[in-house]
T-cell receptor
């Protein structure tokens, strides 16, 4: 089945550091990838939609200058949390859409737990 | 952001029991999905429903897409300890997934 790989799985860093998280589709091309954030004991909240070759679309309330998204190839999207602070600590999960079909399930990565000290 | 209402919030059951959980929305969705998430991992797709009224099974799991397209339920029969986790429903229109609030399932041997 379709596999999405996310790296790193865990990051612990000091406040003010910028952190890059990678999301790769391993055996399929993904023109669209999604980034979610999940706080403890809560559901997944969509942050942004990453489109290959064009700018990402951010959900309301998500700062695009804070969460930089780059989708430079059909198999890789990156999320950079710039100048991270403790309130940015969360579980970040990406997903990828296989092909260009609509209303198809997304395949999720295993998430990145970000802890800012 | 928008979320779907999922109930119950948590369940503590004995191994062998059947489980039922449901998800409701004020909006119509074209596709309903059910995911399971274990600690420290991403959600894994269990069942996808594409048509109103559709009833689909995956092993011991059965899910239905409500006729109104605003709700769905998931049943797990004869639960086993490895069914432990958080179950999320999700509604899908074109590409955007809206997740439910989750049902935390604990199974005791």
């Amino acid at each position: 089945g379709a596999v999405v790989s996310q790296h790193p799985s865990r990051v612990i860093c000091k406040s003010g550091t910028s952190v890059k998280i990678e999301c790769r589709s391993l055996d399929f091309q993904a023109t669209t990838m999604f980034w979610y954030r999940q706080f403890p004991k809560q559901s997944l909240m969509l942050m942004a939609t990453s489109n290959e070759g064009s700018k990402a679309t951010y959900e309301q309330g998500v700062e695009k200058d804070k969460f930089l998204i780059n989708h430079a190839s059909l198999t890789l999207s990156t999320l950079t949390v710039t100048s991270a602070h403790p309130e940015d600590s969360s579980f970040y999960i990406c997903s990828a859409l296989q092909g260009a079909r609509v209303n198809q399930p997304q395949h999720f990565g295993d998430g990145t737990r970000l802890s800012i000290l | 952001g928008q979320q779907l209402n999922q109930s119950p919030q948590s369940m503590f059951i004995q191994e062998g029991e059947d489980v039922s959980m449901n998800c409701t929305s004020s909006s119509i969705f074209n596709t309903w999905l059910w995911y399971k998430q274990e600690p420290g991992e991403g959600p894994v797709l269990l069942i996808a429903l594409y048509k109103a009224g559709e009833l689909t099974s995956n092993g011991r799991l059965t899910a239905q897409f409500g006729i109104t397209r605003k709700d769905s339920f998931l049943n797990i029969s004869a639960s086993i300890p490895s069914d432990v986790g958080i179950y999320f429903c999700a509604g899908l229109n074109t590409d955007k997934l809206i997740f439910g609030t989750g049902t935390r399932l604990q199974v005791f041997p």
